[in-house]
């Protein structure tokens, strides 16, 4: 078996099935590092992102006869690891909510500033709202999920799980605002 980038994902879920090293290995090598991305997102540190992802990894490896070969086997593997990222937070943090308050909006004077953000300058900026913050927002902005679910996840109100994304919303247009004073300033 040479590349692993030219396995069919049936295969190597065949393989994995009967428990065969190489298949897992190849499996490993092809979702690794987009999962590593997601687990990145849950957690600020990389050496607690590489604990949630081995964690992640020995869920797929011990439910995957329980994928049922329907939709996307990327998009099965990572809710999968979304939840056992949560299920980590849940052990070791515990969300409140954040009193109601008016959040000023921030008022952006040059919306090319924008342009000049990188995507990983956006991450970067995510990555470091308080966990609260970050769970939440990436479960809602990035994955998809309602307040509802977020709620359900991480045994939170609806009205939390709201609070939250507002926060975060808020602390990154601050941030946003600060970037855009620098990069207009350097610009000048």
């Known amino acids: 078996m040479g590349t692993t980038e030219i396995l069919p994902d049936y295969d190597i879920i065949d393989g994995c099935i009967r428990g065969e090293r190489k298949y897992q290995k190849a499996l490993y090598d092809k979702f690794s590092g987009k999962m590593f991305a997601v687990c990145l997102r849950y957690s600020a540190d990389a050496n607690k992102a590489e604990d949630m992802m081995q964690d992640g990894f020995i869920k797929v490896f011990r439910n995957i006869e329980k994928f049922r070969r329907e ?13 056992s990222c949560i299920e980590n937070l849940r052990k070791k943090t515990t969300l409140y909510a954040i009193q109601e308050t008016t959040i000023a909006s921030v008022e952006y004077n040059e919306t090319n500033a924008f342009e000049n953000l990188k995507a990983d300058d956006l991450l970067k900026m995510i990555s470091e709202l308080a966990t609260g913050y970050r769970t939440v927002f990436n479960l809602y902005a990035i994955e998809g999920y309602s307040h509802k679910e977020i709620g359900e996840m991480l045994n939170i109100s609806e009205g939390t799980s709201k609070s939250q994304l507002a926060r ?3 602390l990154l ?3 946003l605002a600060e970037t ?4 207009l300033s350097v610009a000048k």
């Open 180 to 183: 855009s004073k620098t990069l």
């Open 173 to 175: 247009q601050q941030k």
């Open 168 to 170: 975060a919303r808020y």
């Open 71 to 83: 939709g996307s086997f990327e998009g099965w593997i990572r809710r999968i690891f979304v939840n």
